[in-house]
C-alpha cells in the first residue's frame, strides 16, 4: 500500500527521500511527491506516476534543505492523480502532511472544515488532516500540540507525518493501525512506513506503536502517547536485515531471486530451531505458553491470501501428527462471523508476512476480545501483529520485495512443520516420527537446490502453454493448497485465469471446461492419495485437457500419461508441499515474463493490504 518516508539531518533531504521511496515501490502505488523545508519556506513535488517521474519533476524544480516528507499513494479515496497525490498542504500552505490510512470521518470533518473557510484541493481524506492541524495550530504554541489535537478529532487509522514552516525544525509523527518506524544514527534521523527505506542508513530502528506521536529532531526522538501526553521510553532495536538482500543480485526481478533463496530460507526458518537427534523443534517465541498448548482443544488458523494456504498446509500437518483439530479461515471472513471459541480450549494462529495486514490485525483482536490465546507466525520484526499477538514465531526469512509472495511462503510452511513438530511430541507423536521428520527438514535444502537447478526445463514446460487463457491447477491432500496457491501465483503476475481444485471435485462440474486449449497442473507426488490423483488425471486426457504433472522422481508410470512432467525430489508426504510448490513458483514466473508484465509490481495489488 502507501509508502512513508521522512529525514531530518545534515545532509540534503531529496536524495534520501527518493531512496526510500524506491525502496518502497515494491508496495504498489500510483502517485509519488514529497516536501522539504528549505530554511524558508517549503516546497513541495509531486506527481501521478512512478517515483521515476517524481525525480524527473525535481530535475526541474529546486527542492533543497535538510527537513522533508514523502510519499507513495496508493488511492482510496479519489482518482490516482497528482491533486490527490500526497503530501496535502492546508490553506496557508504552512502545514504539509503525508498519511497512511483512513480518515473514516472525513466527510463529516470535511464539511465541518468547509463551514469555517477552509479550501480544498484534492478528494482525498488525508487532506482533511492538514487543515485540522492548521485549525489547531491557532492556540498552539508547536506542531506537536496541534497534531495532538487534530487526532483527537479523527476516526480511523493513520501513519502520518507532518511539517510546518512556523515549526520547521522537526516532522511530527503519529501512529493508529499503520506502521511507522524511526531510523536512529548520529544526527541523523529517518522515518519510514516500512524498514526497507531505513537500512540503506541505519539497523538502529525504533517501532511506534499504536496510539503514539513522535517529534523528531535532528539526531532525537521524543515519543508520547496521544491519549494522555505521557512521556514513553523506547530504546532503538537492531534489525538484522541486509541492505544487499533488499537488492535484485543479478536477477531480472525480485520474485526470481527470491525463489531462488528458498534453499536458504529454510536454513534460516529452522535455524537453532531444528534438534534433529532428538526429533523436537525449540520455538523459543512460545516458550512461555507451552503449557496453554498442551491443553489446546482446537487451533483457528487465519490469514490472507498465500498466508491463508500456508495455514491450508498447517492444518493438514497438525491434524495428521499432533491430533490437534484445526480449522482455517480466511480473515476477512472470521473477523465478521461470529466465530465460537472457547477460552483456554481455543488458540487463534494468525500467519502473516507484513504482519499488518487490516483483516488479520482485526481477527487477532477478536480472537483476544473473547479472551482465546493468539499467536502469530509473522516475518517483519516488530510490527503491529507480533506485537499485539501473545506469542509467536518470526519467519526469518528477511526482506521480500516481490509483491508476489514465494520465499516467505517457504518460511510459512517451514515454521508450522516446525510447530508440528513441537505440538505433536507434547501430544503422541513418537520419538522416531520426530526424528524423521527432523531429518527431512533438515535435507530438504539440497533437495530444493536440485529442483532449482531444472529451472531451464520449467520455463520450456511453461512456454508450452503460454498462449492458453485459462488454466486448472488440481491436488489432493498436503498439495491441495499448493493448488490453490499455484493457481494464485499465475493470476496475480500473469493475469491469467486460473483456479486451485482439490482434484476430487474436478468432475463435479469444473471438468466441463476442459478442452485441448485448457492447461490442467496435477501435483502428484507418490503419497497417499497418488492413484486418485491418477485417476483424475486420466479423466482430464479422456477430454483432451493437456496435463502437466508435478511428480516424483523416478515415476515413470505418469510420464505415459502426462504431456509434461516435472519432477521434484522423493521426500515425506507432509513435507512435499514445501518441494511441490517451487515449480509452480517458477511456473507462473516464466508465463508472465513472457506476457511483459511487471512481475514484482503486479497491477492492482500492493505488498502490504492494511485497508480492508
Ligand atoms: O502480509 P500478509 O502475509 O498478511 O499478506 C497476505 C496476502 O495479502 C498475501 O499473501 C498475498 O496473497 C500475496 N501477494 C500473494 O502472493
Known sequence: MCGIVGYIGTTEA?????????????????????????????????????????????????????????????????????????????????????????????????????????????????????????????????????????????????????????????????????????????????????????????????????????????????????????????EAETIDWNIDEIQKSGFDHFMLKEIFEQPETVINSTRGRLI???GRAVLGGLADVEDKLRALKRLTIVACGTASYAGLVGEYMLEEYADLPVEVCVASEFRYRKPSLIPREDAVLVISQSGETADTLAAVREAKAKGVLTLGIVNVIGSTISRETDAGVYNHAGPEI??????????????????????????????????????????????????????????TVAQHCQSAKNFFFCGRKYNYPIALEGALKLKEISYRHAEGLAAGELKHGPLAMVDEHFPVIFICPKDSVYEKNISNIQEVKARRGRVIAIATAGDTDIAAIADDVIYIPKTLEMLTPLLAVVPLQLFA???????????????????????E
Open 402 to 459: 516481490s509483491v508476489c509472495s514465494t520465499k516467505v511462503f517457504m518460511s510459512q510452511l517451514t515454521v508450522l512443520a516446525l510447530l508440528t513438530l513441537l505440538l505433536g511430541r507434547q501430544r503422541r507423536m513418537s520419538l522416531v516420527t520426530g526424528q524423521r521428520i527432523a531429518a527431512e527438514l533438515a535435507a530438504l535444502p539440497a533437495r530444493m537446490a536440485e529442483l532449482l537447478a531444472q529451472a531451464d526445463r520449467i520455463k
Open 14 to 234: 531529496r536524495p534520501v527521500l527518493l531512496d526510500g521511496l524506491r525502496r518502497l515501490e515494491y508496495r504498489g502505488y500510483d502517485s509519488a511527491g514529497l516536501a522539504v523545508w528549505d530554511g524558508q519556506k517549503i516546497n513541495l513535488a509531486k506527481i501521478k506516476g512512478r517515483v521515476a517521474d517524481l525525480a524527473g519533476l525535481l530535475q526541474q524544480q529546486s527542492v533543497k534543505g535538510t527537513v522533508g516528507i514523502a510519499h507513495t499513494r496508493w488511492a482510496t479515496h479519489g482518482e490516482p492523480t497528482t491533486a490527490n497525490a500526497h503530501p496535502h498542504a492546508d490553506c496557508k500552505n504552512n502545514v504539509y502532511v503525508v498519511h497512511n490510512g483512513i480518515v473514516e470521518n472525513y466527510k463529516a470533518l470535511k464539511d465541518q472544515l468547509i463551514r469555517e473557510g477552509h479550501t480544498f484541493h484534492s478528494e482525498t481524506d488525508t487532506e482533511i488532516l492538514s487543515h485540522l492541524i492548521e485549525k489547531y495550530l491557532t492556540g498552539a504554541t508547536t506542531l506537536e500540540q496541534a497534531v495532538s489535537r487534530a487526532l483527537k478529532f479523527v476516526k480511523g487509522t493513520y501513519a502520518l507525518l507532518a511539517i510546518a514552516s512556523s515549526d520547521p525544525e522537526k516532522i511530527v509523527a503519529a501512529r493508529l493501525s499503520s506502521p511507522l518506524r524511526i531510523g536512529v544514527s548520529a544526527d541523523q534521523v529517518f522515518i519510514a512506513s516500512d524498514p526497507s527505506a531505513l537500512l540503506n542508513y541505519t539497523s538502529r530502528v525504533v517501532t511506534l506503536t499504536d496510539g503514539e506521536l513522535a517529534v523528531i529532531t535532528r539526531g532525537n526522538y521524543t515519543i508520547t502517547s496521544l491519549e494522555d501526553g505521557g512521556a514513553i521510553n523506547r
Open 276 to 278: 534433529p537427534a532428538e
Open 589 to 611: 514466473y516464466y508465463i508472465a515474463q513472457s506476457l511483459g508484465v511487471d512481475i514484482d509490481k503486479p497491477r492492482n495489488l500492493a505488498k502490504s493490504v492494511t485497508v
